[in-house]
């Protein structure tokens, strides 16, 4: 804890690189957070006193722990926000003690390593301390109180239904109760993700609740601006608050409420979230979008135009009320029942107004593409507009909305043609609703939309199922078979044959990209398709004149090779983890709110600053990569890692990232990274288990929002997830990651792992996926381009492999089976003698247990440990290799790195001219 200390001190003495971005990170963070409730206008603060209680006043949540923890030089807690802005505090008693609560058991504890407390943030979480007799007194000089219930999330373990996590701990609730007998006026602030509020009815003077979230390293300061009106906190949710935890479609069987982690049945299909409740028609505490201002807006709405290509809608927004204030428009739209069941009504547009001051007024236009109202017909392979009528809504949120037209279409009409991809073969009973109940629409404004005029796209893969091999004029290469789950036709192509070639050929046009990928041997080519953890030196004959000087800056969550920088010129690129700031260890970065919180913002301009801050912070130690946003949807309230996703909703999760991958990227060689593809909606068992979902549900709520970022940002990375998807680990799935994120959607960038993933890494690049991080001993994958037997100790199990992963900060085993698979399951064996029981592995032991090994006892004592698994003979194939190595040097060529590299090469140059030498640098 004292290191801990030091470190602390150590960060806080740091010069930040752009202290203005702490001064954006505040801002952010009061527009995002959400008023739930505010009886008798309790906010904005008018009384400059008040008691502050609750675990979150003193250890204040500001981000998430692990890859989502951020090295800041401060965090502001809310008792710091709330007492260096003028609020006089009159529970200093208590907010003494309970802060030395807080040390003493952190001090105490041997649980949490140091290591995981300084690298990831995690701590022990005090759940509060029994308010005394004199504390309440002393607080009692306020007739106001503030609580601030907090938790603490991250990754590996998702949440749990139970006290003091989901629900109340019994020390919350008792001292609630204190303050509701003592205090006239309580605050209810959540420092939390979505949390049961239905203990809110029992205290009657919680007379107004602030929805913080993790809302950055200012998060005190920006808590005090929302209290006091300094800026209105125009937040809107972006997920659904339930009566009951019950209520929530997937609570049944979410990770581990039934036991088990390994297997998720999406049985909810497309009935996420507001979609679900408002479909069955669930009455919600909070609905999806609501949110309070401390004014009041008065809006009317009207369809401007109707086309075939989109409809356009007109909304007059006044401010009425004596404050200034931020209005959000959302549009809904339910569609016809026809063939396919469908939601009540589906998001399909917003727009934030200005700040509007009293009685100022704005006109806001929203636009729909037509084709954004179709749904995934899975026996057809497409989405369709089903004939019927669309019923536009105008609102403030998913159960305030007011129907302001309806579009007749008279036949069904193909938007886009696709092929099956990523089908689930398993049967399951998915949720379907019953009929809708009859709405009167008399009296709305009708429109018709003509079929014929509607454009069919025709978005399916054009990709062909083969893996080409560049091989160099005059060079011979035998075609090897290789077993694949995708099957492709291998394809040989020659290419120019430049063996002196190096990367500045390629960079100035002597030569193309895939003759310099031709020209490297394959020890070359497997180390940039792999991160640096655990890669083995290996020397190529220099094609420079001349050395590269080292890019110099800090390590952090992993690089591609630096291998190669003085023999070929190409240096390393930088990654580092970050969805809300950059995770440098000891390297001062602003920890923006969390994608939770730049959600409810509703604002994509919002999330641009952020993501335009974080890659010129990235810039400037040297990094190209940021390793965020997070994509995923929260399809449970008890997600572990929400927080550091957008929403319950694809269409906000799309807008929003496509703001803040457009605001990284807006920095030259700087790349944004949307991770996890897909379907990371858990964290219990994420590196084993695997999703069950329907095409359906996979293309409209799942990949949709990865569609919109892919289609309109251009992400110049994407990072699939652990976790398998209807069978096949996403890192292997040849039908997600080509077919889908490629071929139909257009994707440029590099596809890369996520760090020490379970998969078999020859079917990763086989199946799209170019970059194996954190990293992986290529020596294993170039055992796959052969079929090369175990490799087994006189112990009778095979040689393991350990290596360093996150820059050294971790260890990973790997078992040398080569081009074995081994199961209990497979028709194949392989057999090892033993001498005596007293050599035999403990992992034997193991394998015996899980049913793949079986142990037999000769006469003189010695052993044969037997096998079964699969024989998989050559499974990988050099083009996989050309192909992904391809990939990453195109990336590494347009990186920051790559941009120094240029920038010096220039100087150089004039160095050159300068004294007569115009020679080329290779």
């Given at each position: 804890?004292?290191?801990l200390?030091?470190?602390?001190?150590?960060?806080?003495?740091?010069k930040?690189p752009?202290?203005?971005?702490?001064?954006?990170?505040?801002?952010?963070?009061?527009e995002?957070?959400?008023v739930?409730k505010?009886?008798?206008?309790?906010?904005?603060?008018?009384?400059?006193?008040v008691?502050?209680?609750?675990?979150?006043?003193?250890?204040?949540?500001?981000?998430?722990?692990?890859?989502?923890?951020?090295?800041?030089?401060?965090?502001?807690?809310?008792?710091?926000?709330?007492?260096?802005?003028?609020?006089a505090?009159?529970?200093?008693?208590y907010?003494?003690?309970?802060?030395?609560?807080?040390?003493?058991?952190n001090r105490?504890?041997?649980t949490?390593?140091?290591?995981q407390?300084?690298?990831?943030?995690?701590?022990?979480?005090?759940?509060?301390?029994?308010?005394?007799?004199?504390?309440?007194?002393?607080?009692?000089?306020?007739?106001?109180?503030?609580?601030?219930?907090?938790?603490?999330?991250?990754?590996?373990?998702?949440?749990k239904?139970?006290?003091?996590d989901?629900?109340?701990?019994?020390?919350?609730?008792?001292?609630?109760?204190?303050?509701?007998?003592?205090?006239?006026?309580?605050?209810?602030?959540?420092?939390t993700?979505?949390?049961?509020?239905?203990?809110?009815?029992?205290?009657?003077?919680?007379?107004?609740i602030?929805?913080?979230?993790?809302?950055?390293?200012?998060?005190?300061?920006?808590?005090?601006?929302?209290?006091?009106g300094?800026?209105p906190?125009?937040?809107?949710?972006?997920?659904?608050?339930?009566f009951?935890?019950?209520?929530?479609p997937?609570?049944?069987?979410?990770?581990?409420?039934?036991?088990?982690?390994?297997?998720?049945?999406?049985?909810?299909?497309?009935?996420?979230?507001?979609?679900?409740?408002?479909?069955?028609?669930?009455?919600?505490?909070?609905?999806?979008?609501?949110?309070?201002?401390?004014?009041?807006?008065?809006?009317?709405?009207?369809?401007?135009?109707v086309?075939?290509?989109?409809?356009?809608?007109?909304?007059?927004?006044?401010?009425?009320g004596?404050?200034?204030?931020?209005?959000?428009?959302?549009?809904?739209?339910?569609?016809?029942?026809g063939?396919?069941?469908?939601p009540?009504q589906?998001?399909?547009?917003?727009?934030?107004?200005?700040?509007?001051?009293?009685?100022?007024?704005?006109i806001?236009?929203?636009?729909?593409?037509?084709?954004?109202?179709?749904?995934?017909?899975?026996?057809?392979?497409?989405?369709?507009?089903?004939?019927?009528?669309?019923?536009?809504?105008?609102?403030?949120?998913?159960?305030?909305?007011e129907?302001?037209?309806?579009?007749?279409?008279?036949?069904?009409?193909v938007?886009?043609k696709?092929?099956?991809?990523?089908?689930?073969?398993?049967?399951m009973?998915?949720?379907a609703p019953?009929?809708?109940?009859?709405?009167?629409?008399?009296?709305?404004?009708?429109?018709?939309?003509?079929?014929s005029?509607?454009?069919?796209?025709?978005?399916?893969?054009?990709?062909?199922?083969?893996?080409?091999?560049?091989?160099?004029?005059?060079?011979?290469?035998?075609?090897?078979?290789?077993?694949?789950?995708?099957?492709?036709?291998?394809?040989?192509?020659?290419?120019?044959?430049?063996?002196?070639?190096?990367?500045?050929?390629?960079?100035?046009?002597?030569?193309t990209?895939?003759?310099?990928?031709?020209?490297?041997?394959?020890?070359?080519?497997?180390r940039?398709?792999?991160?640096?953890?655990?890669?083995?030196?290996?020397?190529?004959?220099?094609?420079?004149?001349?050395?590269?000087?080292?890019?110099?800056?800090p390590?952090?969550?992993?690089?591609?090779t630096?291998?190669?920088?003085?023999?070929?010129?190409?240096?390393?690129?930088?990654?580092?983890?970050?969805?809300?700031?950059?995770?440098?260890?000891?390297?001062?970065a602003?920890c923006f709110?969390?994608?939770?919180?730049?959600?409810?913002?509703?604002?994509?301009?919002?999330?641009?600053?952020?993501?335009?801050?974080?890659?010129?912070?990235?810039?400037?130690?040297?990094?190209?990569?940021?390793?965020?946003?997070?994509?995923?949807?929260?399809?449970?309230?008890?997600?572990?890692?929400?927080?550091e996703?957008?929403s319950?909703?694809?269409?906000?999760?799309?807008?929003?990232?496509?703001?803040?991958?457009?605001?990284?990227?807006?920095?030259?060689?700087?790349?944004?990274?949307?991770k996890?593809?897909?379907?990371?909606?858990?964290?219990?068992?994420?590196?084993?288990?695997?999703?069950?979902?329907?095409?359906?549900?996979?293309?409209?709520?799942?990949?949709?929002?990865f569609?919109?970022?892919?289609?309109?940002?251009?992400?110049?990375?994407?990072?699939?997830?652990?976790?398998?998807?209807?069978?096949?680990?996403?890192?292997?799935?040849?039908?997600?990651?080509?077919?889908?994120?490629?071929?139909e959607?257009?994707?440029?960038?590099?596809?890369?792992?996520?760090?020490?993933?379970?998969?078999?890494?020859?079917?990763?690049?086989?199946a799209?996926?170019?970059l194996?991080?954190?990293?992986?001993?290529?020596?294993?994958?170039?055992?796959?381009?052969?079929?090369?037997?175990?490799e087994?100790?006189?112990?009778?199990?095979?040689?393991?492999?350990?290596?360093?992963?996150?820059?050294?900060?971790?260890?990973?085993?790997?078992?040398?089976?080569?081009?074995?698979?081994?199961?209990?399951?497979?028709?194949?064996?392989?057999?090892?003698?033993?001498?005596?029981?007293?050599?035999?592995?403990?992992?034997?032991?193991?394998?015996?247990?899980?049913?793949?090994?079986?142990?037999?006892?000769?006469?003189?004592?010695?052993?044969?440990?037997t096998?079964?698994?699969?024989?998989?003979?050559?499974?990988?194939?050099?083009?996989?290799?050309?192909?992904?190595?391809?990939?990453?040097l195109?990336?590494?060529?347009?990186?920051?790195?790559?941009?120094?590299?240029?920038?010096?090469?220039?100087?150089?140059?004039?160095?050159?001219?300068?004294n007569?030498?115009?020679?080329?640098?290779?």
């Amino acid at each position: 804890m004292k290191t801990l200390i030091k470190l602390a001190t150590f960060l806080s003495r740091s010069k930040h690189p752009f202290p203005e971005h702490l001064l954006l990170s505040r801002k952010i963070a009061a527009e995002g957070m959400v008023v739930l409730k505010n009886e008798n206008q309790l906010l904005p603060l008018r009384k400059k006193r008040v008691a502050l209680f609750g675990p979150g006043s003193v250890d204040t949540s500001w981000c998430g722990t692990g890859s989502g923890y951020v090295f800041v030089p401060y965090h502001v807690n809310i008792e710091e926000g709330l007492r260096k802005n003028g609020i006089a505090l009159t529970s200093k008693s208590y907010l003494k003690r309970l802060k030395k609560e807080f040390l003493r058991v952190n001090r105490k504890d041997k649980t949490i390593s140091f290591l995981q407390r300084f690298y990831s943030g995690r701590r022990i979480l005090v759940e509060d301390i029994a308010i005394n007799e004199s504390e309440l007194e002393e607080a009692k000089k306020a007739d106001t109180a503030i609580y601030v219930l907090r938790r603490s999330e991250g990754e590996n373990h998702d949440r749990k239904p139970i006290r003091g996590d989901y629900y109340l701990s019994e020390i919350e609730e008792k001292n609630l109760k204190t303050l509701n007998d003592n205090f006239r006026n309580i605050i209810l602030l959540l420092n939390t993700c979505v949390i049961d509020l239905s203990f809110v009815s029992k205290y009657p003077n919680i007379k107004a609740i602030l929805y913080a979230s993790y809302a950055g390293n200012e998060i005190g300061n920006a808590v005090y601006d929302c209290l006091t009106g300094i800026t209105p906190p125009d937040g809107r949710l972006a997920d659904t608050f339930a009566f009951r935890y019950e209520d929530y479609p997937a609570a049944k069987t979410f990770s581990l409420n039934d036991g088990e982690a390994d297997q998720e049945d999406y049985l909810e299909d497309i009935f996420v979230g507001y979609r679900y409740f408002d479909t069955f028609n669930i009455e919600p505490l909070y609905p999806f979008g609501y949110g309070l201002s401390y004014t009041e807006f008065e809006s009317k709405s009207e369809i401007k135009s109707v086309t075939a290509e989109e409809i356009r809608i007109k909304v007059f927004v006044k401010n009425l009320g004596k404050h200034r204030g931020r209005e959000t428009i959302q549009v809904y739209v339910s569609a016809p029942l026809g063939k396919l069941v469908k939601p009540f009504q589906e998001l399909k547009g917003f727009k934030k107004t200005k700040l509007l001051e009293p009685n100022e007024s704005q006109i806001l236009e929203l636009v729909i593409r037509v084709r954004d109202l179709a749904s995934y017909d899975m026996d057809r392979a497409a989405y369709v507009l089903e004939k019927g009528k669309y019923i536009i809504r105008v609102g403030k949120n998913s159960r305030a909305s007011e129907a302001i037209g309806v579009i007749n279409l008279t036949e069904n009409v193909v938007t886009v043609k696709l092929a099956n991809k990523a089908v689930c073969g398993k049967k399951m009973e998915l949720l379907a609703p019953r009929m809708r109940p009859f709405e009167d629409l008399s009296g709305i404004p009708e429109y018709d939309l003509d079929a014929s005029a509607i454009t069919t796209f025709d978005s399916s893969s054009k990709i062909k199922r083969e893996t080409v091999i560049w091989v160099p004029e005059g060079k011979r290469y035998d075609l090897v078979a290789v077993k694949q789950p995708y099957p492709s036709k291998q394809v040989i192509q020659y290419v120019r044959d430049v063996p002196e070639a190096s990367f500045f050929d390629v960079l100035e046009g002597r030569c193309t990209l895939k003759e310099f990928v031709a020209s490297l041997p394959i020890e070359v080519l497997l180390r940039f398709c792999t991160g640096v953890s655990c890669e083995t030196k290996h020397r190529i004959k220099p094609r420079l004149k001349r050395k590269i000087k080292k890019i110099k800056g800090p390590r952090s969550s992993g690089s591609t090779t630096a291998l190669y920088l003085n023999s070929l010129g190409i240096p390393p690129v930088k990654m580092t983890d970050g969805p809300a700031g950059l995770h440098i260890p000891l390297f001062p970065a602003t920890c923006f709110p969390v994608a939770l919180v730049l959600a409810q913002t509703w604002d994509p301009n919002l999330a641009y600053a952020a993501g335009k801050a974080m890659g010129r912070e990235l810039a400037y130690y040297k990094h190209s990569v940021l390793l965020g946003p997070g994509m995923n949807i929260h399809r449970d309230p008890l997600g572990g890692r929400n927080f550091e996703y957008y929403s319950e909703d694809p269409l906000l999760t799309g807008i929003m990232g496509i703001g803040q991958v457009q605001g990284i990227q807006a920095n030259k060689g700087c790349s944004a990274t949307i991770k996890h593809f897909a379907c990371n909606n858990q964290e219990e068992a994420r590196t084993t288990m695997n999703v069950s979902v329907s095409e359906r549900a996979l293309r409209e709520i799942y990949l949709k929002g990865f569609e919109m970022v892919v289609k309109e940002a251009k992400p110049k990375a994407v990072m699939s997830s652990y976790n398998k998807v209807n069978g096949i680990h996403t890192s292997s799935n040849y039908e997600l990651l080509t077919d889908i994120l490629r071929g139909e959607w257009g994707f440029r960038g590099i596809v890369m792992t996520d760090w020490g993933s379970n998969s078999t890494k020859p079917y990763d690049l086989h199946a799209g996926n170019d970059l194996i991080m954190g990293g992986y001993k290529t020596e294993l994958l170039a055992n796959a381009l052969v079929d090369k037997e175990p490799e087994f100790l006189e112990n009778g199990f095979v040689q393991v492999e350990t290596f360093d992963v996150f820059g050294g900060f971790f260890k990973e085993q790997v078992e040398k089976w080569n081009s074995f698979r081994p199961c209990k399951e497979g028709k194949d064996t392989y057999s090892v003698l033993v001498k005596s029981k007293e050599f035999l592995a403990k992992e034997v032991d193991e394998y015996v247990k899980k049913g793949i090994a079986l142990v037999k006892e000769n006469e003189g004592g010695s052993l044969i440990v037997t096998y079964k698994g699969w024989k998989l003979g050559a499974y990988l194939s050099l083009g996989d290799v050309q192909k992904s190595a391809y990939r990453v040097l195109k990336f590494i060529q347009n990186s920051l790195s790559m941009e120094i590299i240029r920038e010096r090469e220039k100087t150089y140059a004039k160095i050159l001219a300068r004294n007569g030498n115009c020679g080329p640098s290779s």
